[in-house]
């Protein structure tokens, strides 16, 4: 399991590796935004992850710190074009399979 991971999407050979270890990313789009990891939403990786195959969750990083949750997150996401519905469905059952609880 892996968190952030903005920067995975540039390596190519390390992205596969992930791929083909099952290796699943935590993604923090607002958290990278606020901190400027990336300059805006639709600049962030996860949608390029997921088209590649990548296993990604969409998750809020330090929720008290950057005043968001769950639901914020995804709104945010969806709102800025970043993800369609059909990604946040697909994202939802990747994070439940590679929970800590399946």
């Given at each position: 399991r892996?968190?952030?991971s903005?920067?995975?999407i540039?390596?190519?050979?390390?992205?596969k590796?992930v791929?083909?270890?099952g290796?699943?990313?935590?993604?923090?789009?607002?958290s990278?935004v606020?901190?400027s990891?990336?300059?805006t939403?639709?600049?962030?990786p996860?949608?390029?992850?997921?088209?590649?195959?990548?296993s990604?969750?969409?998750?809020?990083?330090?929720p008290?710190?950057?005043?968001?949750?769950?639901?914020?997150?995804?709104?945010?996401?969806?709102k800025?074009g970043?993800?369609?519905?059909?990604?946040?469905?697909?994202?939802?059952?990747?994070?439940?399979?590679s929970?800590?609880?399946?």
């Amino acid at each position: 399991r892996l968190g952030h991971s903005t920067s995975l999407i540039a390596d190519e050979e390390l992205t596969k590796v992930v791929i083909g270890q099952g290796i699943h990313v935590e993604c923090n789009p607002t958290s990278n935004v606020i901190t400027s990891c990336v300059s805006t939403y639709e600049s962030h990786p996860m949608a390029k992850l997921l088209s590649k195959g990548v296993s990604v969750s969409l998750s809020t990083d330090d929720p008290s710190l950057f005043d968001i949750d769950a639901n914020d997150e995804w709104f945010n996401c969806k709102k800025s074009g970043m993800v369609t519905k059909e990604d946040l469905i697909k994202i939802t059952d990747l994070a439940r399979k590679s929970s800590f609880v399946t």
